[in-house]
């Protein structure tokens, strides 16, 4: 018992970022694979938003990591109560994030998605009696129908995030 539960640790601390519990950047390539051999080239239908934080780089400038710490976990939260069970919520780095939308979305359940997100990312975040207001963007791309690389589709969600952050940030594109 005690080595199932040892190998099931060291696996979930390979697949999750420590600070948000979130899973990474490994576990989010594993579910692209995974949709690779499961069905894109049969049409299966999925959806990825990007999220970038703003403002986040001065908070963790003038507050700290400490700061920045509070604010990636406050967010980790936010997400993981938006979304769906079964939607996959990645940190893939710094303060970017991925959702992986796996079941059937249309463009306004998806609208309505990130419309959320950014309403509860507005209100602050409290740490040491200061109050961090951090925003963020997303892109939004879908799947095309039969033969669709999950890895483009996140290239196109990358593309929309920066189409987003163009347009003022605090808002949300579409490829």
Do not use: W
């Amino acid at each position: 018992i005690e080595l199932e539960l040892a190998k099931n640790r060291i696996e979930f601390n390979a697949l999750h970022d420590p600070l948000t519990a979130l899973a990474n950047r490994r576990k989010l390539d594993d579910e692209l694979d995974r949709l690779v051999r499961s069905g894109a080239g049969r049409g299966t239908r999925f959806a990825i938003l990007h999220l970038d934080l703003d403002r986040f780089k001065e908070i963790n400038d003038t507050l700290g990591h400490a700061a920045g710490d509070a604010v990636l976990t406050h967010t980790a939260d936010i997400l993981s109560r938006t979304v769906e069970a079964g939607d996959l919520v990645a940190r893939i780095g710094g303060d970017e994030f991925v959702i992986l939308i796996t079941r059937p979305v249309t463009t306004e359940e998806l609208s309505l998605l990130s419309e959320r997100i950014i309403e509860e990312m507005r209100k602050p975040v409290d740490f040491d009696g200061f109050s961090c207001r951090c925003g963020v963007s997303i892109g939004i791309a879908r799947s095309q129908g039969i033969g669709s690389d999950p890895r483009k589709v996140l290239i196109n969600a990358d593309i929309a995030l920066y189409q987003a952050k163009e347009k003022g940030r605090n808002g949300y594109e579409f490829f």
